[in-house]
């Protein structure tokens, strides 16, 4: 039976399976930040004696951590994998792994099966971070591609305040039983959805890619897409890529420089590190409200705010939402640095200005939330060429790991030794210096076509003479 979706929509677009495909691919992502977010309820647990056995500090500095060398080697097996298997299947395959890891933490009566459970959800993260973003930029339309390319950062907050709510309420072992429950959703659901026509065009299948574009689109006439795809990709194709690529082609060695930029950004704000301490962060604060319903109302927070800003990110730019958020970020966390300064070395009596914090973190999540969080992942998926661009996201998962390793061990070290102040001090600062780069450096993406995209970063034009345009 020949498909004509479309003119059942009586020649309206539909985009339903792009949607559906975004929301699917993103089941798993929900599971492996509720890995992120299970320290901040957990680890206090673990230390205090309160479970089956107990953990020392050190200990559980590296249980936090050890989720990021997980991370790792999923993104360079991901980022060589693609080539051959394709990102359905390893979106599919990241099922398996995700369900061990919440098997081992129901069943753990040792830290040894910790460990092991949080390395496997790194593992999985790896792959999501390196599949999922290349997958959603590829098979949305230019004009929605940066509303489905931000359901990731969203739906990371999903995984984190789900699992702030259960952490106030449940025992960890019943958690690692539900937590199983979303691996399996993962497996049911994108079982059903189509591969990208770009991986397609990449093994010379075209009329796979083509019945692809045709259930993506809705529609049965899908001919030019489907030439300018694989004209794109025969350009790219005419130099055999290497990772070499990513530095010594213009286009590549520009959209390396700055995803490495935003991702450093990202990172050296400080939201992984409130991330993982949330409640500890809160707890030190001594605010009347108490560490757990902080901690629900700081994600609930940063859930709301995320979701605006992938509602906006279409119509306002990339480049707004990143300058405002990075420069906002900066001065909440200088006020919140101020705080723990005056309350730790100047011995000054603040008790009924206890709610400082809380609304300093508010502050944050929210600025932070509408352009950091999840700006940076939507155009990694937009700027590096289709040939290179498993290795590159890739990288960046290497890069995402180490940075997060970097800074959480920095802040345990900081804080223990001289003084909350101290490390959010220099996020401040970081922030600052961020909203210099992004200024000079980081150009407009907003409704321009992958291909397009290319071009302009071959053409090396000036962020500047972007932002007089904007200007203008």
């Not at 530095?247 to 995803?259: F, G, H, Y």
């Amino acid at each position: 039976m020949k498909f004509n979706i479309s003119s059942l929509m009586a020649g309206k677009k539909c985009r339903l399976l792009q949607y559906m495909a975004g929301i699917g691919a993103n089941i798993g992502v929900i599971s492996t930040y509720m890995h992120y977010g299970w320290t901040s309820p957990y680890i206090p647990v673990l230390q205090s004696g309160n479970y089956t056995f107990e953990i020392t500090s050190d200990e559980a500095s590296w249980l936090t951590v050890v989720i990021l060398a997980g991370a790792i080697l999923g993104a360079i097996v991901s980022s060589f994998a693609v080539k051959f298997l394709g990102q359905k299947f390893l979106i599919v395959f990241s099922s398996l792994p995700l369900f061990i890891s919440w098997i081992s933490i129901a069943v753990a009566r040792s830290i040894v099966l910790l460990f092991i459970g949080r390395f496997l959800a790194g593992f999985a993260d790896g792959l999501f971070f390196t599949i999922v973003p290349m997958y959603l930029s590829e098979i949305a339309d230019p004009d929605i591609r940066g509303i489905l390319s931000s359901l990731f950062p969203v739906f990371s907050v999903v995984g984190l305040l789900l699992m702030s709510i259960l952490g106030a309420y449940l025992p960890i072992d019943t958690v690692g039983y539900i937590g199983t429950l979303l691996p399996i959703l993962l497996f049911l659901t994108f079982s059903w959805m189509p591969e990208s026509p770009y991986y397609f065009v990449s093994k010379g299948e075209i009329e796979d890619a083509r019945r692809s574009l045709q259930k993506l689109r809705a529609k049965d006439d899908v001919n030019e897409e489907l030439e300018r795809i694989s004209e794109g990709m025969r350009q790219q194709n005419d130099n055999k890529s290497s990772a070499f690529d990513l530095v010594l082609v213009k286009s590549n060695r520009r959209a390396l420089i700055i995803t490495l930029g935003l991702r450093g950004i990202q990172q050296l704000s400080g939201a992984p590190v409130i991330i993982f301490y949330c409640e500890t962060i809160f707890q030190e604060s001594g605010g009347a409200i108490s560490s757990e319903v902080a901690a629900m109302i700081y994600f609930s927070v940063q859930l709301l705010s995320a979701a605006i800003s992938s509602y906006i990110v279409d119509t306002t730019g990339r480049r707004p939402l990143l300058i405002l958020s990075t420069f906002g970020a900066s001065l909440a966390l200088f006020v919140l640095a101020s705080y723990f300064y005056m309350k730790i070395n100047i011995g000054v009596d603040i008790t009924q200005f206890s709610y400082v914090p809380v609304i300093a973190l508010l502050c944050f999540v929210i600025v932070y939330s509408i352009g950091l969080q999840n700006i940076p992942l939507v155009m990694m998926g937009e700027i590096f060429a289709t040939n290179v661009k498993a290795t590159a996201l890739g990288l960046m998962d290497i890069y995402y790991g180490i940075l997060v390793t970097l800074t959480s061990k920095f802040f345990h070290w900081t804080n223990e030794e001289y003084g909350m102040h101290v490390p959010f001090l220099i996020f401040a600062s970081c922030c600052l210096i961020g909203v210099i780069f992004i200024v000079l450096c980081v150009p407009e993406t907003k409704g321009k076509s992958l291909e397009e995209i290319q071009i302009q970063l071959r053409d090396g034009k000036p962020v500047a003479k972007e932002l007089d345009m904007e200007l203008s």
